[in-house]
């Protein structure tokens, strides 16, 4: 019997580029508003209102996940769900994903159709289309590669923040790195193991929080927490020429995470300064905000917490203690090239 | 001493991510007109007029490229061309590329250095700004995946090719197959080895073409021709649900291609058909546009031929021969899992 693409057994190098292409655009989100061509042609074409947001981050196999703690849906839906992080953290709203796939020729398609049905899922969930892509065969680790374009009539950059502003968060901090120990240490009994794991494994962008805090024009500078929180709001100062007052004691810490990281030998606040990877939303925001933040947290869903303060350049940037003492603020977290693979 | 990201044989594991992307972003153009927000946040945000074209294609060492057939510039230079060769297909203007990189950690910066240099100089050449784009280390090998942004009133598509029209290519075939066979085999000395040669290495992508034809009301459909001129057509009578008579008489083969087939005891035709990376433009046009071709070829400095014509579906696909016999047209090509790496 010839192989077939209707096997899942079947290797892609067996299915070949063109039926491979055929097999996985029939498994996501291919059209929508907006999508006046989508895949199929030399380039996508699609309507935008306002400004064009555009982004990309990769997803490599051993570097950003491992089959064998991810499984395939989860490394899909974590692909798209980095990408609409950063429109998120623009105050964008998502439209139109391009997916670019490095395919090891061994690699089973079964694998592949749980990638896309992961990403085909929080791809509908956001209303965004897969408008193009390639496939290529590679002779290293599996990659997708994925833009995701987005549109914003205000948009949040990096570069707004003002002495006196609060420094705010969403959610809770640490989860992933906690989530990532867990999931590598399987025998460690923890209450909440499968919420942490979940959070490294589907992370939850925080799309409609993002776009109704750019509406506020008491909001001044907005990043996502993907390389943790210290270095993100660290990105944030050096973007606005500004200082900050980091409050250690006001992180709002994931449930079962201290526990975790006691457990893993690791103190809390190393994860909850660099862990990374919990996508929330950091921000700054005049006292204006404070009014307002019960609002915004009802309609998302999300908790905010005021964790600090942005202060004059020339007043440095400090992280401190509820005893009252205080040291430099460091960028510890994620470097893709200095760290080990992971950072738990 | 410590490393420093000033001597160029470090490697891109001793400089560190972000020491890494500020060096990159300096050798590219990052700011031009419509860049509301370049590289640096947690998206670009830019204005395009017209409706938003969007394609990606990936460059993969050992599958697209090899380091010993193509210095840096070349490589950078090929990873852009590809993807502005697919908005030139489209008829339209490229303006915005996110560039993502995979890195294996041994790689030294001076070799990135070379391939920025490369994407650089076409950038500049077509108004192309670098807004965006990330870097990751990688155990597999080097990868360089480019998203370009473009934008047009009207678009050209494959599909709108009727019984009828002409079938037209700009340049000429089997130029990057030959080019690719002579750089493997140096040993051999063929007149014309130098151009064929930079056309692998630097294919020129027809954009000012592109623009031209998406203006004339006379042409029906166009695509490039980057998997081979039998399969490209074959995508635009798929497309376009028509038959179509291809002339192989008339295919305008490069200079010295055919020469070079023969050295390699390959016939020119396979070159001339499934030879693909030619980056060349095939499209269709009603018979108006004969009396505008010779303008279009003055304006852009590339000859346009007609090497067929479209027929009723019904009527088939053909390679038509000088003799007058004629064989089904069959899909001869690049396919990314089933054929070895390269196509010559």
Redo the contacts between chains.
């Keep these: 019997m010839p192989p077939s693409s209707g096997r899942p057994e079947v290797t892609?190098?067996e299915?070949?580029?063109?039926a491979?292409i055929e097999r996985l655009r029939r498994l996501v989100p291919v059209t929508g508003p907006g999508v006046?061509?989508g895949i199929?042609?030399?380039?996508?074409?699609?309507?935008?209102s306002g400004?064009?947001?555009?982004?990309?981050?990769?997803q490599?196999e051993?570097?950003?996940f491992t089959r064998d703690l991810s499984m395939p849906p989860d490394i899909g839906w974590r692909a798209l769900a980095v990408n609409l992080?950063?429109?998120a953290?623009?105050g964008?709203t998502p439209r139109?994903a391009?997916v670019?796939l490095?395919?090891p020729?061994e690699i089973r398609v079964d694998v592949l159709d749980g990638v896309y049905t992961g990403l085909a899922e929080i791809a509908s969930s956001h209303g965004v289309t897969v408008?193009?892509?390639?496939?290529?065969?590679?002779?290293?680790?599996l990659?997708i590669?994925v833009?995701?374009?987005?549109e914003?009539r205000r948009?949040l950059?990096?570069?707004g923040a003002r002495p006196g502003n609060g420094v705010w968060i969403s959610g809770s901090v640490g989860k992933a790195a906690a989530g990532l120990f867990l999931l590598r240490h399987h025998e460690m009994r923890a209450p909440d193991a499968d919420t942490l794991a979940a959070a490294y494994r589907r992370p939850v962008p925080r799309v409609a929080m993002g776009q109704a805090l750019a509406r506020m024009r008491t909001v001044t500078a907005?990043?996502?927490t993907s390389d943790g929180t210290a270095r993100d709001l660290l990105h944030i100062t050096d973007?606005s020429g500004v200082g900050v007052r980091l409050d250690l004691d006001r992180l709002p810490l994931a449930p079962g995470m201290a526990a975790a990281a006691r457990a893993a030998g690791r103190d809390p606040t190393a994860w909850a300064l660099g862990g990374g990877e919990d996508y929330e939303l950091l921000f700054t925001a005049d006292q204006g905000f404070e009014t307002s933040a019960a609002a915004v947290e009802r309609a998302a869903g999300v908790p905010l917490t005021r964790i600090g303060e942005i202060l004059r350049s020339e007043d440095g940037r400090w992280l401190a203690r509820g005893d009252g003492s205080r040291t430099p603020l460091v960028p510890t977290g994620w470097?893709?090239?200095?760290d080990a693979a992971g950072q738990g």
Tied chains: 1, 2.
Excluded at 131 to 141: K, L, Q, Y
Aim: with cysteine; charged share 15%; net charge negative.
């Design positions: 892609v190098a299915v070949g580029e063109f491979l006046v061509i199929g042609d030399d380039a996508a074409v699609v309507q935008v400004q064009v947001l555009a982004t990309c981050d990769v490599v051993g570097v950003h992080s950063d429109i953290a623009m964008g139109y391009l670019s490095l395919l020729p408008v193009g892509g390639n496939v290529s065969r590679t002779s290293g680790p990659v590669d833009t995701l374009l987005g914003a948009v950059t990096r570069a907005m990043i996502d973007a470097d893709h090239f200095r």
